[in-house]
């Protein structure tokens, strides 16, 4: 089974608009991160936002916000007034576990255009 | 603002020969990771690194691969004898803490290896 699951292989959307892209997830863990990673075309991975499975609150980050529903066990992330610059590969990414578990599990991600 | 350094971006070795990938983690981070992405593919995970020694490491990292620190500022990846497989995009990535859950895994620009 997959444990990151980003339904959405590609989108576009209409430059100003906000605009959601989903991630789910799946562990048994009860404590667990969810990250979210945006890769322009030049290659690049740039670190946007993180979600911890015990944070209360949505996590926020200028215009990136993360739409955190646990009982769904979703992530998505949300890009408040999109601009050309967000055009980029989005990846949710989930480590799961206490300490000793490094590694972080990534979603197949969505390819995000912005147009003009 | 700190980052991770990777170089050379783009390696094209010959298919059987030795490949080292050098990165230049963020100075005051203490784990360091080592993950490819196949052209089109998910990142997945290969290694981590902490205290001089391998913490975890996955299916893929196999006795044809190595990670080193040789001195305090750089971790490098060995690939032994090239396989057309390794083809890929190699991404070193350095964070803080791991006690506190949310520390970003913060990622170099990457290295394109092709192999021919």
């Known amino acids: 089974a997959q444990k990151i699951t980003q339904t959405q292989p590609g989108m576009f959307v209409q430059e100003k608009e906000a605009v959601t892209l989903d991630c789910t997830y799946d562990?048994?863990?009860?404590?667990?991160?969810l990250f979210w990673y945006k890769q322009p075309s030049s290659g690049e991975m740039i670190f946007l936002i993180y979600?911890?499975?015990?944070d209360e609150q949505n996590a926020t980050e200028g215009r990136y916000s993360l739409n955190f529903q646990k009982a769904r066990k979703s992530a998505n992330l949300v890009i408040s007034a999109s601009q050309l610059g967000d055009s980029a590969m989005y990846f949710c990414?989930?480590?799961?576990?206490?300490?000793?578990?490094?590694?972080?599990?990534w979603g197949a991600g969505t390819k995000l255009i912005i147009k003009p | 603002e700190p980052e991770v350094t990777q170089t050379p971006s783009h390696q094209v070795t010959q298919m059987g020969q030795e490949v080292i990938l050098r990165c230049v983690p963020i100075?005051?981070?203490?784990?360091f990771y080592w993950y490819r992405q196949i052209l089109g593919q998910k990142v997945e995970f290969l290694v981590s690194?902490?205290?001089?020694?391998?913490?975890?490491k996955s299916e893929i990292f196999d006795d044809q691969f190595s990670v080193e620190r040789p001195d305090g500022s750089n971790f490098t990846l060995k690939i032994r004898s090239t396989k057309l497989e390794d083809s890929a995009m190699y991404f070193c990535?350095?964070?803080?803490?791991?006690?506190?859950?949310?520390?970003?895994?913060?990622f170099g620009d990457g290295t394109r290896l092709s192999i021919l």
């Open positions: 990535a350095s964070s803080e803490f791991l006690s506190l859950s949310n520390q970003p895994q913060h």
């Open positions: 100075s005051n981070h203490l784990y």
């Open positions: 990414a989930m480590r799961e576990g206490e300490d000793s578990n490094y590694q972080l599990i």
């Open positions: 562990t048994s863990d009860q404590s667990y991160g």
């Open positions: 979600q911890g499975s015990y």
């Open positions: 690194f902490y205290n001089n020694e391998i913490s975890e």
